[in-house]
């Protein structure tokens, strides 16, 4: 395994572990569920946050992209029929990619216009996505 795609496991599980203390329960970065969901969804009209069904759901898919990287080292990619590790590896380029410029967008700024997430979209979660994107493409690039 490379070191990015060590850093992208990282990153991605990281991101990963976050979503599923949500799905738990856990309010951090806010103080209640309400502030919460300012911070991470940015919804004016959302008091709350999604059910613990629904972030755990994103807990298990960010998972599995945090573990994409792993399945791409040579121990294991031997296993793998190239063309799957290809496409898998562009999904996940393509869903970071797209949510990365989707919060640049004035769709994404009118139904997520709360602050703070409205800030936080364009100084950090949407170019964390961005960054995380371009990495996916470097490893589908270099045949990882």
């Known amino acids: ?21 949500w799905a738990a329960g856990g309010l951090w970065p806010g103080r209640s569920s309400a502030e919460l969901a300012a911070i991470v969804i940015g919804r004016p009209s959302m008091r709350r946050m999604p059910s613990a069904g629904l972030s755990a759901l994103v807990t ?15 121990l294991v990619a ?13 999904l996940a380029a393509a ?14 700024a009118s139904r997520h216009s709360a602050e703070p ?16 994107g371009a990495g996916f493409v470097v490893l589908a690039l270099n045949g990882e």
């Open 1 to 21: 395994m490379t070191a990015l795609g060590l850093l992208l496991t990282v990153i991605v599980g990281g991101i990963a572990l976050l979503h599923g203390y």
């Open 60 to 74: 298990v898919m960010l998972a599995g992209l945090a573990a994409w990287p792993l399945l791409l080292s040579p």
């Open 95 to 108: 869903a970071f990619l797209i949510r990365g410029v989707a919060g640049y967008t004035p769709f994404m």
């Open 117 to 132: 997430f409205a800030r936080y979209n364009r100084s950090l979660y949407s170019p964390i996505c961005l960054l995380v």
């Open 78 to 90: 031997r296993y793998l029929a190239p063309q799957l590790a290809l496409g898998g590896t562009v």
